[in-house]
């Protein structure tokens, strides 16, 4: 018989039992369906990643001061002067106070207080939807103003402007003098969205925040990062007596280790995925064995009138494969319909398909097909005539 023959008595053979080739189906169409859903998702995840860094440039470096203890502070004005390098060109140290309780008449959420300068600003590359940024003399007067990320604001205000409104942050009140336009995740991870934005010197005060922990410094140039990195170095180990009290990171830094740890994620989960791939292998070798003893009396028929050994093995090995490739079908059909709906699901992470893991994930429940039917196939085929004639 020929391969065409083979997959048609193969097809019309499992046809006869559709509920019972589905269920066994199951395992492979989760394991391909849930592989192709999370490279997508993994793809989406990054390609996210990398838009979201390049609409911040390419010539930012991110400090976070490591160590405690006033040996390894340094002080607002100190951090300034580094401006007037010609390798720097502008700063904006920041720090956050996670989780604040922020009301406006009967709203209260939680946020995330960020303290920080004019510079800020445009060093995220944020907008102004209504009112205004801080400005410098907010941070030498220690103004009680804040901006308002856009998830913040439309929290607390809804559609209204906020601006010229009071707000309570931990039971002080502030003035909103700005509304930022939606912009997502940011350098660092923290998101200006969900931020509330005041001047640095009045969150140091205020809300007693201690040593600046994280700053941000722009170069001129993306061909002057380096020099600024260096410079940036040599300044803070100068002044701490050692290299272990900082870290600094550029843009490729960090956008790399947020792609590390989101491929770690999704190739751990997708071995899980795998896993259930091998399990609906287990459970189409179960099959075949039942098929096998079902049709005893088939397979010593056939041998006696003149069917090889190899005749046999082909036929069920074709049926378990075929079994597979229907499976790995569908879950290729339920990992393109789950990737297409999950940004509807959740719009803020995005998929991308990808053909080429789908082809890989259709083969590989192909061959899983072909190792798990080998046994069952190779058992039918060893049964002898005369034994399975007699078989009741």
Do not use: C
């Amino acid at each position: 018989m020929n391969i065409f023959e083979l997959v048609t008595m193969a097809l019309r053979t499992i046809m006869s039992k559709p509920m019972r080739t589905l269920l066994t189906m199951l395992g492979v169409i989760i394991g391909v369906g849930s592989v192709i859903t999370l490279v997508s998702i993994g793809q989406g995840t990054t390609a996210q990643i990398e838009k979201q860094y390049e609409s911040l440039g390419t010539n930012l470096l991110v400090v976070n001061l490591l160590g405690n203890g006033r040996a390894t502070q340094l002080d607002y004005d100190t951090i300034m002067e580094l401006e007037i390098l010609p390798e720097i060109e502008s700063i904006a140290p920041t720090v956050t106070k996670s989780g604040s309780n922020v009301k406006y008449d009967r709203t209260s959420e939680s946020f995330n207080v960020l303290g920080t300068n004019d510079r800020y600003f445009s060093l995220m590359k944020t907008e102004i939807e209504s009112g205004r940024e801080i400005v410098e003399g907010d941070v030498e007067f220690r103004s009680q103003v804040a901006v308002l990320g856009n998830t913040a604001a439309e929290t607390l205000f809804g559609r209204m402007d906020p601006v010229g409104q009071d707000i309570n942050i931990d039971g002080i009140v502030f003035t909103v003098v700005g509304k930022l336009k939606a912009k997502g995740s940011s350098l660092g991870g923290t998101s200006p969205d969900s931020s509330v934005i005041i001047p640095i010197e009045t969150a140091r005060r205020t809300f007693k925040l201690g040593q600046i922990r994280t700053t941000y410094l722009e170069a001129p140039e993306i061909d002057q990062l380096t020099a600024a990195q260096n410079t940036i170095t040599q300044f803070l180990t100068a002044k701490f007596k050692s290299s272990n009290g900082f870290r600094i990171m550029n843009q490729d830094e960090l956008m790399n280790a947020r792609k590390e740890a989101s491929s770690s994620l999704t190739n751990q989960m997708i071995s899980v995925a795998l896993i259930s791939l091998l399990v609906g292998g287990i459970g189409i070798m179960n099959i075949m064995l039942v098929t096998v003893s079902e049709r005893t009396r088939e397979i010593g028929i056939r041998k006696s009138i003149g069917a090889q050994r190899r005749h046999i093995l082909t036929q069920f090995l074709m049926e378990a494969t075929v079994i597979s490739g229907l499976g790995g079908l569908l879950g290729l059909l339920l990992g393109i319909a789950a990737s297409l709906a999950w940004p509807m699901i959740n719009p803020s992470q995005p998929t991308e398909l990808s053909l080429e893991i789908g082809l890989y994930a259709l083969l590989f429940s192909v061959l899983v097909g072909v190792i798990f039917g080998l046994y069952p196939a190779n058992k039918a085929s060893r049964l002898k005539p005369i034994d399975a004639l007699r078989f009741d």
